[in-house]
């Protein structure tokens, strides 16, 4: 069973869904989605642990932090761990919540035990470079005819089946008109800077229908020299897609 939670942290309330018990595992979602994107895998590894899937700072129900940064959302993570007595966890992220979690693993190297990068990308400055003038992902302009609908779900749907897009519009548009803030937030963040200070064993998860991720999956190992790798094939863009696959791969890495 899946049960809902608010946290008091620093930053403000932090919106948490649980399951299972045992050793802890936080799980970040991707922009600008919210817990829900963990639905699917809560269950399955609440099997044999405490999974814990939480809204970043600013989307879902939590707080909306001061400033949107990676700081920021890392920040929240350890809030959320502090409130929830988590002296330690493991710390799986995806897309975005990989970077938030690369950054919570870099900044509190001893609270991470155990950290999964999904479809994560490596942010350095020829990433920079590349993001400049790129673009918006998600930003759209609310209309009175309710179009900026159509439009968000026409910018998703090449790369989500139909029953997983209604669930990422709904998230999107619970955080408008600040819908591209958490993207912006990595463009801005120095993950080279950042990622030699992890200390404890990373797995880099790729999906190999990922057009925007799965290129980035030997850059971002080859910044973790220690790192081991792992494909889901036939994964897409959302987490959601190969739920099952997803949670088997972080089980076995995490038992390891």
């Not at 979690?101 to 920079?128: F, K, N, Q």
């Amino acid at each position: 069973m899946i049960r809902f939670g608010y946290a008091d942290t620093p930053g403000g309330q932090i919106h948490y869904a649980s399951c299972g018990s045992g050793e802890p595992v936080v799980l970040l979602h991707q922009t600008p989605r919210s817990w829900d994107e963990y639905r699917e895998v809560l269950p399955l590894l609440g099997r044999t642990r405490r999974a814990i899937a939480m809204d970043t700072p600013g989307f879902g129900n939590s707080a909306r932090p001061a400033v949107h940064s990676i700081e920021a959302y890392a920040a929240g993570v350890l809030g959320l761990m502090d409130a929830l007595d988590l002296a330690e966890a493991a710390v799986v992220g995806h897309h975005t919540g990989g970077v938030v979690a690369a950054e919570v693993a870099a900044s509190a190297p001893g609270r991470v035990s155990r950290l999964v990068l999904s479809s994560t990308p490596m942010i350095d400055y020829e990433a920079r470079l590349r993001r400049l003038g790129r673009p918006s992902v998600d930003a759209v302009q609310e209309r009175s005819d309710g179009s900026h609908l159509t439009e968000l779900w026409n910018g998703r749907a090449p790369f989500y089946p139909p029953h997983l897009l209604t669930r990422f519009v709904r998230d999107a548009l619970a955080v408008l008109p600040q819908v591209e803030s958490g993207h912006e937030a990595v463009t801005a963040y120095r993950m080279e800077q950042r990622v030699g200070l992890i200390r404890c064993p990373v797995l880099c998860v790729g999906a190999s229908e990922d057009p925007f991720a799965f290129p980035e999956l030997e850059r971002l190992a080859a910044r973790l020299p220690r790192s081991t790798q792992r494909v889901i094939k036939g994964g897409m863009v959302p987490l959601e897609h190969k739920a099952a696959d997803f949670a088997a791969i972080v089980e076995e890495f995490l038992c390891s």
